[in-house]
T-cell receptor, first 111, second 111 residues
Framework: EDKVVQSPLSLVVHEGDTVTLNCSYE??????LLWYKQEKKAPTFLFML????IEKKSGRLSSILDKKELFSILNITATQTGDSAVYLC???????????FGQGTILTVHP | ETGVTQTPRHLVMGMTNKKSLKCEQH?????MYWYKQSAKKPLELMFV???????ENNSVPSRFSPECPNSSHLFLHLHTLQPEDSALYLC??????????FGPGTRLTVL
C-alpha cells in the first residue's frame, strides 16, 4: 500500500525564521511529488517534482526531491505570518489516479 | 479562483435525506477527483474519473455514489449518511496526472 509521511506534524516559529518541512514516500511506480498549501480553504498548488536533485524555487519557498532516499523537503526562508497554513505533500505513481496525501504539517508563524 | 467550482458550499442534512454535491471545472482537464477531509486526518481520495470513466474507488461506502456525465461535471450523490460522514468534501481536477486544482469544498454536516 502506498504511503506518504510528513514531518513534523506541527511547527511553531517566529517571523524571519527558516523552516524545513519533510515528506517521505513509498509509492509504486513513483511518478511525481506535489506540495500544496492549505489555509482556511482548498489546497493551492506550490510545486511539482519529478526529477531528483533539481531545486524548484518560488520566492521564499523552495523544494527538492531525492528519489534515492524517497523524500522531499520544502524550505521556507524569512517566514511571515501569512505563511501560516497546513502544508500538504502528495505522491503519485504512473497508475492513473493513484494519489496519496500525507497528513500535513501545520505551520504557525508568530509575529 | 482556481477554475473549479463546487455547490453548495455548506450542507446540513439528516441521516434519511438524499442530497447531491456538484463540481464543475472550467479548465479543460480530463481528470476529476472527490476527496474527503475530516478533522485531523489526511485528505482521503474517494473517487477518480478520467474522461468520464471511473478509474479509482477507494473502498468508499455505497451511500456515496459518484456520477460524471462529462469531463467538466462531477456529482456526489449522498443518501442515508452517518454523522461520521460529516467533513469537508473537496473536488479537484487535473490534466492527466499533473497538478490538481481544487474547488472551495462543501462543508457537510450530518445530523
Amino acid at each position: 500500500e502506498d504511503k506518504v509521511v510528513q514531518s513534523p506534524l506541527s511547527l511553531v516559529v517566529h517571523e524571519g525564521d527558516t523552516v524545513t518541512l519533510n515528506c517521505s514516500y513509498e509509492v509504486t511506480n513513483f511518478r511525481s511529488l506535489l506540495w500544496y498549501k492549505q489555509e482556511k480553504k482548498a489546497p493551492t498548488f506550490l510545486f511539482m517534482l519529478t526529477s531528483s536533485g533539481i531545486e524548484k524555487k518560488s520566492g521564499r519557498l523552495s523544494s527538492i526531491l531525492d528519489k534515492k532516499e524517497l523524500f522531499s523537503i520544502l524550505n521556507i526562508t524569512a517566514t511571515q505570518t501569512g505563511d501560516s497554513a497546513v502544508y500538504l505533500c502528495n505522491a503519485g505513481g504512473t497508475s492513473y489516479g493513484k494519489l496519496t496525501f500525507g497528513q500535513g504539517t501545520i505551520l504557525t508563524v508568530h509575529p | 479562483e482556481t477554475g473549479v467550482t463546487q455547490t453548495p458550499r455548506h450542507l446540513v442534512m439528516g441521516m434519511t435525506n438524499k442530497k447531491s454535491l456538484k463540481c464543475e471545472q472550467h479548465l479543460g482537464h480530463n481528470a476529476m477527483y472527490w476527496y474527503k477531509q475530516s478533522a485531523k486526518k489526511p485528505l482521503e481520495l474517494m473517487f477518480v474519473y478520467n474522461f468520464k470513466e471511473q478509474t479509482e474507488n477507494n473502498s468508499v461506502p455505497s451511500r456515496f455514489s459518484p456520477e460524471c456525465p462529462n469531463s467538466s461535471h462531477l456529482f456526489l450523490h449522498l443518501h442515508t449518511l452517518q454523522p461520521e460522514d460529516s467533513a469537508l468534501y473537496l473536488c479537484a481536477s487535473s490534466q492527466n496526472s499533473g497538478e490538481q486544482f481544487f474547488g472551495p469544498g462543501t462543508r457537510l454536516t450530518v445530523l
